[in-house]
Nanobody, 118 residues
């Protein structure tokens, strides 16, 4: 079974930090691009950042310089370190596997809520 499980969401003040983690099966993690997408109310789901098996990173302009995506090959997890959070970062954040460019792959987590208060 393919299960992506996110953790680390929560409520923080603007300017604060939060770290999201996504646990993936090793067979998926070691073969596919991993990424984070987010969806705010009334908006389309959008790519936040992704990282390929070889370490190539793609990230949205809106989070560049503030968010960092990384892979832990030993634990088969992908993390999203979010710094300098803004209210507009408020969204449900979803882990994804198998994506290409800005397009998501077929495997999703169930999402974790990130709320940034002003």
């Amino acid at each position: 079974q393919v299960h992506l499980v996110e953790s680390g969401g929560g409520l923080v003040q603007a300017g604060g930090s939060l770290r999201l983690s996504c646990a993936a099966p090793g067979t998926i993690f070691r073969l596919y691009t991993m990424g984070w997408f987010r969806q705010a109310p009334g908006k389309q789901r959008e790519l936040v950042a992704s990282i390929t098996v070889s370490g190539t990173i793609n990230c949205a302009d809106s989070v560049k310089g503030r968010f960092t995506i990384s892979r832990d090959y030993a634990k088969t997890t992908v993390s999203l370190q979010m710094n300098s959070l803004r209210p507009e970062d408020t969204a449900v954040y979803y882990c994804n596997a198998g994506g290409w460019s800005t397009k998501p792959g077929d495997y999703w987590g169930q999402g974790t809520q990130v709320t940034v208060s002003s």
